[in-house]
């Protein structure tokens, strides 16, 4: 009688090891210890819980819909691209208003200068500056960056009746009144609303 013995069970390999085949060798029984390798199939009753048969979750599959799957969210803006946002919109409001200093000297001063020349009878030469000027600050007022030519010439206003009483005070030893520094802080806050306001795209 041949028994052929795995090592599924470790204690039969131990009992027919220890009795070294002698032992039963009288009898007509050889025995022969077949190892598996070094892999092992797992129990049943050690890896997985044994359940009731009429337990549901074991008879009965699940013919439901397959959950929905959440759409995903749309993308956010990270902190630094709000950041960068907010910077650029900085500039851009720091570009304009040094925009409207700039078209303010060449329009005052250049007006300034035709005034010096003819009034003041100072030559063609200082007229003729001041033309040059004025023509430069036609040429300023296309750099800014609203693409709207009556929203910046109207802006402009504003800065032109700022601008000229501080020419005036600079050059000229003018000392305005207090309705004209409220009158010029009315005009500077229209300038703020016209250029700056927040507007829907």
Avoid at 3 to 21: I, K, M, Q, T
Avoid at 94 to 109: N, Q
Wanted: aromatic content about 8%; charged content about 15%.
């Amino acid at each position: 009688m041949d028994v052929l013995v795995n090592n599924a069970g470790y204690g039969y390999r131990s009992a027919v090891e220890e009795g070294e085949d002698e032992a039963v060798a009288p009898l007509g029984i050889t025995a022969t210890v077949v190892e598996p390798g070094a892999f092992r199939t797992a129990s049943p009753s050690r890896t997985t819980p044994r359940r009731p048969a009429g337990d549901a979750r074991t008879t009965t599959p699940c013919t439901g819909p397959s959950p929905a799957i959440p759409p995903r969210p749309p993308p956010t803006s990270t902190p630094s691209q709000v950041l960068l946002l907010v910077d650029d919109g900085r500039m851009t409001i720091l570009r304009s208003l040094l925009l409207f200093a700039l078209a303010a000297v060449a329009e005052i001063g250049g007006a300034w200068l035709v005034w010096q020349g003819v009034r003041e009878h100072r030559g063609w030469l200082w007229a003729g500056a001041g033309v040059i000027a004025l023509g430069a600050y036609g040429f300023v007022a296309t750099l800014q960056p609203d693409a709207h030519f009556g929203r910046i010439l109207a802006a402009y206003g504003g800065v032109f009746v700022a601008g000229s009483l501080v020419w005036a005070m600079v050059v000229d030893g003018f000392r305005p009144d207090r309705f004209d520094v409220i009158g010029a802080l009315v005009c500077l806050a229209g300038v703020a609303l016209i250029m700056y306001a927040p507007r829907s795209a």
